[in-house]
């Protein structure tokens, strides 16, 4: 038996291997910025202002921060049922287009109707595209990271479509200027301001909610035991009478319903008040489908501990936006270091799992089984006991 | 509609099917490797991105298209060897991983294209090769034997691969390793070692097929390669994991585009729904994934690291 001390250093350790991670993505980034004969310094104190230097700063970071909460939170619940949703792009953008379509035709119901109407239309939107998925992998064994990958392509083929036809803005076509966007909305859709006349909006807070309602739904209630169940082993779950197949339709409908409520805060959050698109899906989500998978990792696969990783990663976005106009490179630094923080936190994960599995009996010696049978190597999309930080039994 | 019925736009659509079917054919053969063995590399699209823009660059400045390859194979020699250590040595999950070397790969392809080129100029293609006698022959002649070298080139590999992966011994361990490593791994078979090199051929052939990609359309744009990575990897479960049935997919693939583009340049499509024709190639995929996943199942080990004992 080990000390808890023991068992806690191990954790602590953990938890700062996403952190070196980032950090050693950034020394890349600094070394491709002296390449690019920028200032590597300047461009990094300038991100670490930038993104948490002022009030303003904070804020920015907190509403980047929001559409990662959303996917995280989505990728968890798929991933519980081991299930990986690298949908979450395209799920944001058919939320943002339905919800958009709903305030389009809707009345002027006012705010307490409207709003939530909105909002539920992009979970709609986003549970469809992630129940094709859902059901293609269970009905028909479809690998749900092939298909979620051609629907982000259908995606954004649909919004170029809609937003640069049906969805036009009539005033654009009068100017003849057709600029792939919808007229203004609903301002009764708007998502309300907080604290005053900043850019701050209720979305935040949305998503912190959902993140508390996911924790709940996933260890308080029948429907998330059957999602880890069948995560952590199918065949036992269908013996013990779980429904397995719906399960997964579920799991991965959830986890779009979630991105898709990302696109219509995108949407109804946006400084212009109207769905726009420049052509590609990361114009609108800003590869939060993409980078909230990261966040959900960073946040161990746990709903609650992915809101303090949303919030320091949606920093890392914003700090780098401001690297950028500092230093004066392309803003596709961004996505580059993007990259590098993805590759460098997928690639430590594992050392994150080992140090919380339970204290192996021999440390450093691949050929010894590991004591646990959970989040053993055997099964790698661990969702499983071995990655959870502590919210499973509490 | 009848104009599409003319000699010269059916040999279009053959000729340019056969054209725009290489890139794809070439980058799902070198993921056939590595999906064989069982390790699904997801960074397809972003090492081609990397391999169009450094085989671009090189064409720019040097004015030679051989060079231009070879900077491709060297890009995807390295990126090969950096996937390679990601999905075998660290053991990552292999479903998000690709995901970050695809964001890299796209952010720094244009990146440096705009630090270092900015304005997109046309370079030197590969020389066209005309088939003595063969491409002669009326029709068949202009729609198979008229293209530029690095096409048959490709389809060469085709055989090739057949021989390497079914007929040879290492061809044997790939397929070992890939469907039960426990026991190849007892038989004396270093998994790591078989994946190492299989993924590094991979990562080889996507940016192989980058640079074939931006050298023969003589151009580099930003995310030129439009998703054709994921197409390319959605090709392998689409051949059944089999170097002739990604043939016949990549084939497919190239006449659906050409044919889309075809009925585009004679307004058959109207302009308003060229979005909608541009979903085509996706839908086809998922469609295919289906009929396909109800006969053919992939690899057992796909997807799984190996931890001996474990």
Redesign the interface.
């Given at each position: 038996m080990t000390s808890l001390d023991e068992v806690q250093k191990r954790r602590l350790l953990a938890y700062s291997v996403p952190i070196l991670a980032v950090l050693s993505a950034l020394v890349i980034g600094a070394i491709m910025l002296i390449a690019?004969g920028a200032d590597p310094i300047k461009g990094f104190s300038k991100l670490f202002s930038g993104a948490f230097g002022s009030t303003s700063a904070l804020t920015e970071t907190a509403l980047k921060a929001t559409p990662l909460l959303f996917v995280g939170v989505g990728i968890t619940i798929a991933f519980r049922a081991n299930v990986?949703n690298?949908g979450g792009e395209g799920q944001m953008v058919a939320g943002g287009l339905l919800s958009t379509i709903v305030a389009l035709n809707a009345p002027d119901l006012g705010p307490f109707i409207l709003i939530p109407l909105v909002l539920l239309a992009g979970l709609v939107g986003g549970a469809i595209w992630g129940a094709i998925p859902g059901a293609?992998k269970a009905y028909?064994?479809?690998?749900e990271?092939?298909?979620t990958?051609?629907?982000n392509?259908?995606a954004v083929?649909?919004m170029?479509?809609l937003l640069?036809?049906p969805l036009i803005d009539p005033l654009e076509v009068e100017k003849g200027t057709r600029i792939p966007q919808t007229e203004r909305l609903l301002e009764s859709a708007d998502l309300p301001r907080l604290f005053g006349s900043g850019r701050f909006h209720i979305g935040p807070l949305v998503a912190i909610l959902a993140a508390v309602v996911a924790y709940i739904l996933l260890w308080r209630t029948p429907i998330g035991y059957r999602i880890r169940a069948v995560g952590q082993n199918t065949s036992a779950s269908r013996y013990a009478g779980i429904p397995v197949k719906r399960t997964i339709v579920l799991a991965l409908t959830m986890s779009g319903a979630l991105c898709g409520l990302a696109g219509a805060v995108l949407v109804f959050g946006s400084e212009s008040h109207r769905m726009v698109t420049d052509g590609?899906t990361a114009g609108f989500t800003g590869?939060a489908g993409?980078n909230g998978?990261?966040a959900a990792?960073f946040g161990g696969l746990h709903p609650l501990w992915t809101i303090p990783a949303s919030f320091l990663f949606g920093g890392l976005l914003v700090g780098g936006l401001a690297l950028q106009r500092a230093v004066q490179?392309?803003s596709?630094?961004?996505?580059?270091?993007?990259?590098?923080?993805?590759?460098?936190?997928?690639?430590?994960?594992?050392f994150r799992k080992r140090l919380l599995e339970r204290p192996p009996v021999v440390i450093e010696d691949?050929?010894?089984?590991?004591p646990t049978a959970v989040a053993?190597?055997?099964d790698?999309?661990?969702p499983a006991g071995g990655a959870d930080p502590g919210g499973g039994e509490t | 509609m009848s104009d599409l019925f003319t000699q010269s736009a059916i040999i279009a659509v053959i000729a340019g099917g056969i054209r725009l079917a290489v890139p794809l054919l070439v980058a799902s053969l070198g993921e056939t490797y590595g999906q064989r063995s069982g390790v699904l590399n997801l960074g397809v699209d972003g090492i081609m991105l990397l391999g169009a823009f450094g085989g671009y660059y090189t064409v720019l400045k040097t004015g030679s298209p051989w060079l231009g390859l070879l900077v491709g194979i060297g890009i995807g020699i390295i990126m090969g060897l950096v996937s390679a250590l990601m999905a075998v040595t660290l053991k990552a999950e292999q479903g998000i991983s690709g995901i970050g070397v695809f964001l890299f790969g796209l952010g720094f392809s244009d990146l440096l294209f705009q630090k270092w080129v900015g304005t997109p100029r046309p370079i030197t293609k590969f020389p066209k090769l005309d088939i003595p006698g063969l491409s002669d022959i009326p029709w068949l002649g202009e729609m198979f034997f008229q293209h530029s070298v690095v096409i048959y080139l490709a389809f060469a590999a085709i055989p090739f691969s057949m021989w390497v992966i079914n007929k040879t011994t290492f061809g044997m361990n790939i397929r070992a390793v890939g469907e039960n490593p426990e026991a190849a791994d007892s038989l004396g078979v270093s998994v790591s070692r078989v994946r190492w090199a299989t993924v590094t051929i991979g990562g080889t052939l996507a940016g192989v097929a980058g640079a074939i990609l931006a050298i023969d359309l003589g151009i580099f744009q930003q995310n030129i390669t439009n998703a054709q990575g994921f197409i390319a990897i959605a090709l392998v479960y689409f051949g059944a994991w089999r170097p002739l049935g990604i043939m016949l997919g990549s084939l497919l693939y190239g006449l659906v585009n050409a044919l889309v583009l075809q009925m585009k340049v004679l307004e058959i499509i109207p302009n308003d729904w060229s979005d909608i024709a541009a979903m085509t190639p996706a839908v086809i995929t998922i469609l295919a994934l289906v009929v396909v996943a109800s006969r053919f199942s992939p690899p057992s080990a796909l997807t799984k690291p190996f931890t001996r004992g474990a």
């Open positions: 690019l990986i690298i293609l028909y064994g479809v690998n990271i092939l298909s990958i051609m629907l392509v259908v083929q649909l170029n479509y640069r036809g590609s590869s993409f998978i990261v990792l490179v392309p596709a630094l961004i996505l580059a270091l993007n990259g590098l923080v993805v590759i460098f936190v997928v690639s430590s994960d594992r691949d050929d010894n089984a590991q053993s190597s055997a790698p999309p661990g | -």
